[in-house]
């Protein structure tokens, strides 16, 4: 008997709302020892799923590096250097303010690859080891509600046990 979803998923899945202010979220994902969030509405229905890299965009945006250019004549191309200077304490402490009060939903991908139970190990395979998405988790849904998921880690240590089993 091959391998389905629900044998490879963790039922206890911690989830957010969207209406969950994000740093609260923020808060909770800097104590998990996971990097995401799927999240769901008041009847379990996926809506989204949130990221440690979409919570770190938000205090990291492409305008705060400072491209400095060096070079000087004789030379006729300069080399630019790029110097981040968006985490200093003051910019973090500006960011949390400035996105304090903003719902998850606001940051949230709404776009989520699922899985259902019955789905094999070829199928969760597929999604998580895929080079155009960089997925680390997947939902599971069963009847429109979330049931459980799968993450990169949960696939390994399938795989890993199956190749003990065989040997």
Do not use: C
């Amino acid at each position: 008997m091959s391998l389905r979803a629900r044998d490879i998923m963790t039922t206890d899945v911690k989830t957010v709302q969207p209406d969950e202010d994000v740093s609260d979220v923020l808060t909770r994902l800097a104590r998990a020892s996971f990097n995401g969030f799927p999240v769901v509405d008041d009847e379990d229905h996926v809506v989204g799923i949130v990221t440690q890299g979409d919570l770190v965009d938000l205090f990291q945006p492409s305008d705060r590096t400072l491209w400095i250019p060096i070079g000087f004549p004789p030379f006729i191309s300069s080399i630019d250097y790029a110097v981040d200077i968006s985490w200093n304490d003051l910019d973090v402490g500006i960011d949390l303010a400035k996105h304090a009060g903003k719902p998850i939903s606001s940051v949230m991908t709404e776009d989520v690859v699922t899985v259902a139970p019955d789905d094999d190990l070829d199928r969760v395979l597929e999604l998580l080891a895929d080079e155009n998405r960089d997925i680390n988790r997947l939902p599971v849904i069963e009847d429109e509600r979330l049931v459980g998921i799968i993450a990169r880690e949960d696939l390994l240590r399938t795989l890993r046990d199956e190749r003990e089993l065989a040997s």
